[in-house]
């Protein structure tokens, strides 16, 4: 004789609703179990071909020595206990740029973060926290020397502002004196906690001006929003730095340089004599 269990089993069978039950049961055991995760690391290959698809380093016009280098160093990274469990794929610009802003700087070639984060596409608030990681790593894994010295953290302004007065196309008696305004503000204590670039930025335009002012013939095409776009600062902030420049003026321009300017004006009226109507 059947018990309750299995007549119940045999009644529920015939009404349908047995096998609706045993299906639903299936289903919820197959629900509960967690999906499969989607593998997110490359193949080495892969990675290997879109690195190689890099073109921003060219913008900074960086050696290819030194990009040749980044990319060694970023496989080097990869595999050290720092970046375990960070997933440095996802984060490869940011890496990248930290790897290349720190070789400029030992290597002496005069970049900032600005330049090499709009070349990487990356926001400098965000490059910012993978720099600091990049000293770590380096420092950690012995590779490379001097991690802490002057010779990685800072880099001759003279061959910041050399750089964009040649991009800006400017003659060599605004270069000279903009290196002579900006190491006369740093002596003098004029620009204490202000950054350097906005500073270097500002003594370019100091010295326009100036010429400009006293010499309004031979003028120098150049606006103070083209100075701002090559050093990477925004303009407001160049003009800032500007005006507290401009207070010292006297004291930060080469005493010469205003008279080369008058003298150039004098010259230029002569010539404007001389020739023939």
Known sequence: MPTNSASAYNNSVKDGTGRANIAAGSNNKR??????????????????LELEKIEWEKNIEIPPSIWEETLRLFEVVKQ???????QPHRRRNHIL?????????????PRTFVEICNAAGVRKQEIGTYYRLMLKVFENNGLCTGMNGPSL????????LKRWCQNLKLPDHILEASIHVYKQASSLNITTGKCPVSVGAASIWLAITTWNTTNDKNLISCEHRDVAAVAGV?????????????????DLLPPEF????????????????????
């Open 31 to 48: 629900s509960s179990c967690p999906p499969k995760r989607k593998s997110t690391l490359k193949d080495s290959s892969d990675e290997k």
């Open 80 to 86: 050290s206990k720092e970046m375990k469990n960070r």
């Open 97 to 109: 740029a930290s790897i290349l802003l720190i070789l400029c700087r030992q290597h002496g070639l």
């Open 153 to 160: 953290r800072m880099v001759d302004s003279a061959k910041f």
């Open 234 to 250: 925004v303009n407001a902030t160049l003009v800032g730095c500007f005006k507290n420049l401009l207070k010292y003026k006297d």
């Open 258 to 277: 205003s008279k080369e300017a008058k003298l150039q004006l004098i010259m230029d009226g002569k010539k404007d004599e001389e020739t023939p109507c």
